[in-house]
């Protein structure tokens, strides 16, 4: 290549062409709008040539381009700006001679202004812009060219495979024409310009898929990384079942593969944030805490698929060892409608009354391990069997069995009650007693324990005869707000809280995060329609009937 016709590098031609550049661009722009001596066009040619062969960066030709066009033509800027065809919006990418950001930045919607109209295909141009009423303005591009301060604007399309991709525009600071000349070595320059938008368009597309192959590539590389681990994990828990490992030994396994804790959890409970539950098909979760290595979803689902199998069989055992246990207990609890043959007998040992505790569990899973851990406790001693959410327990009265019970249930969260019968055709009725009591105690949210009737207080006198008795009583002290709309149920409330905290507005109004006066306002509306409700002896009753009213409340809880 003939030394006259080499290409500079990139910094020495920044360096060179600002040393082409006018020390008053204002001067610049008078010579230049009344005919100033320009670049020859073959010089401009030739250099942009050569930078297309020579320089392998795209971002560097389009630079070169704007500031080789600026120098040859001898104005204050010139910029490429290249089409959003989404977007509709034209976007100044490559820039020379611009001093403000927010010229730097415009993105023009295509067919408005000069800069958008050449983006749309037409040869646009403008003495004196801001002023020219001939173009259609954008406020926010007119706020950048008059912060910029730029006047005079020539701009021509660029064109790529036969479609306009963009506009090479220059621009100078004083108004004024550009001469026939200036627009003809434009036009020229946009000819070979547009050969270096298309290359620079086409290196963009080929790193774009280039970046978009190496993360199909990352993604297909994980995926199979994820699928050996989960093979791995799939034969460790084969090998658990086949040497007769149980859903333990399985959690075993997954923890020890993923680094952390695998275990049973509640149905209604969930992880921390370091892990995540998962619901098994009988109940219950398997939490994955803290584990080094990430489950994947299908490691996740692997793993409870396995465990769910394992427990499900595990249950099936423990039913059939237990069947003719659980078939006696539901038979003893039931409503008796023989009416011969010998009566049932529970078979425990020792003589005398029986007390029946009834707990309500809510997880099946948690179910399930409270009536182990109660059988393992006491052994041949009691009946246990776990019925709808409930179990059932049947010991001996007087001895430390039913203590021994409760504290085998102390692990699990439940609501319980007791009942007393002094022979085995009175166990149908002590169990509806304990299921009510275990209802009652859910109610007045004391959980964790399993109550007698004495622990009701005064209550259980309320609801110990006949049901009739009971909503007799509710209905007598009640009727004005004893329906179901939601004002009466908020009025009840409100009473039932007030003679709870003894009278104490403020701590009702804490409790239902209310001011004082609308708790005030919904005491005088039960004045009006409960006269004397909350004063001397017929506090009492009042408080009795609502408190017998939440006990007694229609539940879904059943045991048969």
Not at 475 to 492: E, K, Y
Request: net charge negative; charged share 20%.
């Amino acid at each position: 290549m003939p030394s006259s016709l080499r290409v500079l590098p990139f910094s020495k031609l920044t360096m060179a062409t600002s040393m082409l550049l006018p020390t008053d661009p204002c001067h610049s722009c008078v010579e230049l709008n009344t005919g100033a001596p320009m670049t020859a066009p073959t010089d401009l040619f030739h250099a942009i040539a050569q930078d297309l062969t020579a320089l392998q960066d795209p971002d560097l030709i389009l630079t070169g381009l704007v500031r080789r066009v600026r120098v040859a033509l001898g104005t204050d800027l010139a910029y490429v700006s290249l089409n959003d065809a989404e977007g509709r919006e034209t976007h100044i990418q490559f820039s020379d001679g611009v001093r403000t950001p927010g010229y730097a930045a415009i993105a023009m919607p295509i067919g408005t202004g000069v800069l958008g109209m050449a983006a749309a295909g037409v040869i646009a141009e403008s003495p004196d812009y801001l002023p020219d009423l001939a173009k259609l303005h954008i406020a926010d591009v007119d706020v950048a060219v008059n912060g910029e301060g730029v006047r005079a604007i020539l701009g021509i399309p660029l064109r790529a495979g036969g479609e306009v991709v963009g506009a090479l525009t220059v621009a100078n600071r004083t108004p004024g024409s550009f001469t026939p000349d200036q627009r003809a070595l434009l036009e020229s320059a946009a000819l070979i310009g547009s050969t270096a938008v298309e290359i620079y368009l086409l290196r963009r597309d080929i790193e774009q898929g280039r970046q978009e192959l190496n993360l199909e590539v990352s993604r297909l590389r994980d995926l199979m990384s994820d699928t050996v681990a989960e093979l791995r994990l799939a034969r460790e828990l084969v090998s658990v079942l086949v040497s007769g490992g149980g859903s333990a030994d399985l959690m075993s396994t997954a923890a020890e593969a993923l680094g952390g804790i695998v275990r049973f959890g509640d149905s209604g409970a969930t992880a921390d944030n370091a892990g995540r539950a998962v619901p098994l098909e009988g109940g219950g979760t398997i939490e994955f805490i803290g584990t080094d290595q990430e489950p994947t979803s299908d490691m996740v689902a692997l793993v409870g698929a396995f465990v769910s199998t394992a427990a499900l069989y595990e249950n099936a055992i423990e039913d059939a060892r237990h069947f003719q246990e659980i078939e006696l207990v539901q038979r003893l609890v039931e409503p008796s409608t023989r009416t011969s043959g010998p009566a049932l007998r529970t078979g425990l040992p020792g003589s005398g009354a029986y007390v029946v505790a009834v707990a309500e569990i809510d997880d099946p899973l948690v179910l399930r391990q409270a009536a182990a851990r109660v059988r393992n406790a006491l052994g041949s001693k009691a009946l246990s069997a776990a019925r709808h959410g409930h179990l059932i327990i049947i010991v001996r009265h007087g001895d430390d069995t039913l203590a021994r019970a409760e504290e085998a249930l102390s692990s699990s969260p439940y609501w319980g009650g007791v009942g007393t019968a002094e022979t085995d055709a009175d166990l149908s009725a002590a169990c509806g007693e304990s299921l009510m009591l275990a209802t009652a105690s859910r109610r007045l949210a004391r959980r964790g324990r399993l109550h007698a009737r004495t622990d009701l207080g005064v209550v259980a006198f309320a609801i110990g005869g006949t049901p009739e008795d009971a909503h007799r009583l509710i209905h007598s002290q009640l009727a004005p707000i004893i329906s179901g709309t939601p004002r009466d149920v908020t009025l009840r409330d409100t009473a039932l809280r007030y003679l709870d905290s003894q009278g104490s507005t403020g701590a009702v109004a804490s409790q239902l995060h209310l001011h004082e006066n609308t708790v005030r306002q919904r005491l005088s509306r039960l004045d009006d329609m409960l006269p004397g409700w909350r004063n001397g002896p017929r506090s009492l009753d009042t408080h009795l009937a609502l408190r017998a009213e939440v006990l007694l409340e229609p539940h879904t809880s059943a045991i048969a």
